[in-house]
């Protein structure tokens, strides 16, 4: 079946600017999960949505992060007033449950300019 | 602090070889760990998970060994192939039942 998709796959933005991206879980999976992977790092968690509801924000650099799920399906990550420290891939994942393992998606690549 | 870390940052290999890729944690609450393949421009995959009440686990050509005791995971692949090549993380959960703590990963490069 279909695995996790994410959009746009690269996103080029000039600093100051807003963008969101955009992921598409597997379906039926209840968890979703967004990480922020820097140039040789390894994954930062940002957020994790049970359904629709986001019980741990706590990985959000700042409040210019914002997400959203809707449907139990489809996420947004929003980053308001982007800045260069912001570049970086997106990854998104989904799991059956949330003790199960995640799947992860393409990611989308932020390059603030 | 507590991290996750890998022991060596590279790892070359000859085709057909076994790989040993070495992880340490230091948080005595988790309890699932996760090893994850990364290649070029892609998404992690994963490889193989375990949980601690378990020492050693297999998947195919994959073998993943957990050390409490020291707090050491390893990830063994047999007949390494290039396809192989990639970056490993290891990922522990910390005690809680979603968020995964990754570690910075391990270049394995496999020459033909």
């Known amino acids: 079946g279909a695995g996790v998709s994410q959009s746009p796959s690269n996103k080029v933005t000039e600093k100051g600017k807003d963008v969101e991206l955009r992921c598409d879980p597997i379906?039926?999976?209840?968890?979703l999960y967004w990480y922020r992977q820097r140039l040789g790092q390894g994954l930062e968690f940002l957020i994790y949505f049970q359904g629709n509801s986001a019980p741990d924000k706590s990985g959000l650099p700042s409040d210019r992060f914002s997400a959203e799920r809707t449907g139990e399906s489809v996420s947004t990550l929003t980053i308001q007033r982007t800045q260069q420290e912001d570049s970086a891939v997106y990854l998104c994942?989904?799991?059956?449950?949330?003790?199960?393992?995640?799947?992860f998606g393409p990611g989308t690549r932020l390059t603030v300019t | 602090g507590e991290s996750v870390g890998l022991h060596l940052p590279t790892l070359s290999v000859q085709e057909g070889d076994n790989s040993i890729i070495n992880c340490a944690y230091s948080?005595?609450?988790?309890?699932?760990f996760i090893w994850y393949k990364q290649e070029s421009g892609k998404g992690p995959q994963f490889i193989i998970d375990i949980r601690s009440n378990m020492d050693k686990r297999q998947g195919q050509r994959v073998t993943v060994l957990l050390n409490k005791t020291v707090k050491h995971l390893s990830l063994q692949i047999a007949a390494t192939q290039p396809g192989d090549s990639a970056v490993y993380f290891c990922?522990?959960?910390?005690?809680?039942?979603?968020?995964?703590?990754f570690g910075k990963g391990t270049l394995l490069t496999v020459n033909p």
């Open positions: 948080n005595s609450a988790s309890d699932y």
């Open positions: 994942a989904s799991s059956l449950e949330a003790r199960y393992e995640q799947y």
């Open positions: 379906s039926g999976h209840t968890a």
């Open positions: 990922a522990e959960n910390r005690g809680s039942n979603y968020k995964l703590t």
